[in-house]
């Protein structure tokens, strides 16, 4: 994290030789101070993967023209590439239920700035956080889904969304399915907390699978959303001891805590542009 | 957690033989049923520890009747003892000053009943919570501390203490260091949260001390306010990994999640008669 | 862990109330010293479990006596229970395949009496640790298993186990899925470590599933042999921090760090009869 | 790790724009195939830190002339640097008491490859693991060290590290304090394990000084060796939790599964050239 201003290139391409070189020899030539970089091969798929951060100061043209120079060395090496300006604050959309725990810890860490966003609304089928979000200075929309009215509910959440200007929407413990139209419409923008160590106890009521099946360490997942449930790409996990005094609800309690720093370290990942997606997995630059 | 009004009977005594059959006999006498019993020996002290919890309906008589009825028991094995009722809601005063990571969190479990208990009030040396706090219903006081006013400023703490009839007071990341008569007055009855893995970085700046020294976790510490600066028993600790990347900044951030972490399991397991406290030392029953 | 001469015991009875004061006043009566107790009430389905352990030489008889005069106790409270001493030392068989780090982990803790157990002999399909074993003046047997000769190799397992007379089987990575009927042999005797936090990844390769699917921890699972393959009873868990740049081969090396801890807990756990089974869920007095 | 030839570039210089492009560029220019590159700019103290593996057999010459043609390169940005050669086995020296867990591990991971090293011999103050060392082939001299004897006994150690041309010493539970003179013959050679999260608990019994504090957390810390007592450089460090249950004698027990883990971590990191060290901190680029 740096007070500075600063570009982020991140870029993914076929693996090669002389990838850095050309890359970095780039900003090189320009002055570019380099304040992070981040580099990963992966051999399996013959794919090569980066993120840059540059001092926006030390160049010489704005960031227009860094993409219009940019472009003929991301050409060259077939890159699939963008560059962000940290003065550009990311706009959050969160979607909540009647679950406290994840809301309470994402605004806090965005009232005391150490999440620099924009939170344009957040939206919620239930009215329990109305006066907390408004107090807060945030437009709150209630968009309550029953079984009959799904269509009608997430064509409205849609219109929300896109009337914020949303990058990145947040499932902070939505409780409800998003529809295949609304997952597809947002690829890798949206980010879902899951109540477990995914793969296992995917679906509904983990805690109660894991109280089932025994186990002795409880998780969360953070994750990006897909068309099929739970199965989208991995951005952080975490887990907690249990033991067998432990019922259901105890763990649901202590899967609170983990769940609010799981996502707020994903999304933290996610809005710094660390996160990189490649087929179902994720490379993460922390 | 139960659900169920039940009474905590916490004791220790001096370690000879029968004392579970006879404590534990007491209750099948009156057909108490137990619902959760720990037990612990400290061989080097000589010194036995409990925590039993009975339901309250299970019991023939009030609350004020098992006292008196248990009393010749605790007589007879020496034993420094008390018995709680769930149904008494436990009455807490935050100390806080301007972050807001600790109190953002203890709100929002107050909110959600995780955390039963009533918050008569905040007390602030700064107003910056002022509106958030109030917003929750709760009275919030600001006493400013000065290198000019201390004794007066903590005279008037200890009057809004006094007032409140708090069985606890956090100080949730307060930054101020309690005077010694105010220490005393309360014992094993203030909590503060200490951002490092005491007894490492005591003091002022723990993550600036860590950072020179180069360790690779950093921590927070929950423990019983004493005289002695940072030296208190410590009820709760855990620890996060850091590299070579992170800055002093970064620490403060990481530490942030596990300093509220910390102190909301400290403070549960206070609040659930789960700590005693031997000499410089806690037993929790977790 | 005590030094001293102790008699250990577990149990489970349906819940009622009155069951800690008759035992523990059983034991009181003949002057026992109860080092340690701890006790658990499942409500889910209402039984209640207890392990106890008493000083050898504060009772006024002998472990066959104790039995006697317990047996009323147990009848009356309708117990499944057992008494161990702890002057027996367990019998430990090992299988293991062409992996050191679970054999090398557990002989060291053997050598310097950690683990306080007699080890009759180690068995496996290859002779890579026939040398090793040996030095350790450990028996070394060979059963090479192909697809061709398992009902015989697995009769030959069973007879050198037989011989043996083991109390305890541990499959130290040994890589072979033993047959239904040997499992049915010696239930709850069977300790196996799989190389996944289940129940995710069960069955081959988890290491490779883990990469495929690009969880950020993998882990290990330490749990009863039951005919159900990776099903049984959940003794340990515990997991690693990985991330985009570890390969198969590098959680692989990671995962054995996890692998040799979880199975050495698990046994421990085991062996000092610290392991309740319910169901397909442990109970696990630490 | 990769199976294939490579060399290991690590080196600090100040910092300014350009480094990345100027030593990448270098490889790039003789069609060198990057495996692995990591880079940090420490902003405190204005220096920059990388490691670069590179492909051997994608460069045009061997490592001799590498070096040369590197050296322009090195000079122009005033470069602290070192070329090593993956297929160069380091050559590690143990030292040894009679505390049988890192020996077993290191052993271990020695044995099945995990540690690609020479280890030319074993030092001990006791003879207890000579048979153990020698029937893995490896020569083992015990050198007594009494308060009588320190002069002559360490030159004698030194004569054997020396002898034994040790890239590394790996002080596996060593018990002694080795003399000034002998740390700084070995500058960032000699790797110890402490029994503490340092800095809590440095000098001797650490464990009982936890026991004493009523820690919840004991740990475990790697680090370089320096003529100061346990305030070296340190590598890796590792926690694992406790409660009031347990006993000096448990948290040694505990205590040697996390030493021998952060002790085999520090070690390959080390060996890998992970490891760059800037006053009393290290860099470890994992």
């Known amino acids: 994290m740096h007070r500075d201003r600063y570009y982020t290139l991140t870029a993914s391409c076929p693996d090669r030789t002389g990838i850095i070189a050309r890359v970095t020899g780039f900003f090189a030539e320009h002055r570019g101070w380099i304040l992070e970089s981040s580099f990963h091969a992966d051999d399996e798929v013959g794919q090569y993967f980066m993120r840059i951060e540059v001092k926006a100061d030390s160049l010489p043209f704005a960031l227009t023209e860094l993409r219009q120079r940019f472009q003929p060395v991301a050409d060259e090496l077939r890159m699939d590439w963008q560059i962000t300006d940290s003065a550009v604050k990311k706009r959050v959309v969160m979607l909540v239920s009647k679950q406290e725990h994840c809301l309470y810890d994402l605004l806090a860490r965005w009232q005391s700035k150490e999440l620099d966003i924009e939170i344009p609304c957040v939206i919620s089928n239930h009215d329990t956080f109305k006066g907390f979000v408004e107090w807060h200075?945030?437009?709150?929309?209630?968009?309550?889904?029953?079984?009959?009215?799904?269509?009608?509910?997430?064509?409205?959440?849609?219109?929300?969304?896109?009337?914020?200007?949303?990058?990145?929407?947040?499932?902070?413990?939505?409780?409800?399915?998003?529809?295949?139209?609304?997952?597809?419409?947002?690829?890798?923008?949206?980010?879902?907390?899951?109540?477990?160590?995914?793969?296992?106890?995917?679906?509904?009521?983990?805690?109660?699978?894991?109280?089932?099946?025994?186990?002795?360490?409880?998780?969360?997942?953070?994750?990006?959303?897909?068309?099929?449930?739970?199965?989208?790409?991995?951005?952080?996990?975490?887990?907690?001891?249990?033991?067998?005094?432990?019922?259901?609800?105890?763990?649901?309690?202590?899967?609170?805590?983990?769940?609010?720093?799981?996502?707020?370290?994903?999304?933290?990942?996610?809005?710094?542009?660390?996160?990189?997606?490649?087929?179902?997995?994720?490379?993460?630059?922390?």
């Open 137 to 286: 200075g945030i437009p709150f929309h209630q968009v309550p889904v029953t079984p009959d009215n799904k269509p009608a509910a997430y064509a409205e959440v849609r219109r929300l969304i896109d009337a914020a200007r949303a990058d990145t929407i947040v499932l902070a413990r939505y409780m409800q399915i998003l529809p295949s139209e609304l997952c597809d419409v947002y690829p890798r923008r949206i980010l879902n907390i899951h109540h477990s160590f995914l793969p296992s106890f995917a679906g509904a009521k983990p805690y109660h699978q894991a109280y089932q099946r025994g186990v002795k360490l409880i998780g969360a997942t953070c994750h990006y959303v897909t068309t099929e449930l739970d199965q989208g790409p991995i951005i952080e996990q975490d887990v907690i001891r249990i033991d067998h005094s432990d019922s259901p609800d105890d763990m649901i309690r202590y899967g609170k805590d983990i769940e609010k720093t799981v996502l707020a370290r994903g999304l933290r990942y996610h809005l710094e542009d660390r996160v990189l997606v490649h087929g179902n997995k994720t490379i993460v630059f922390r």
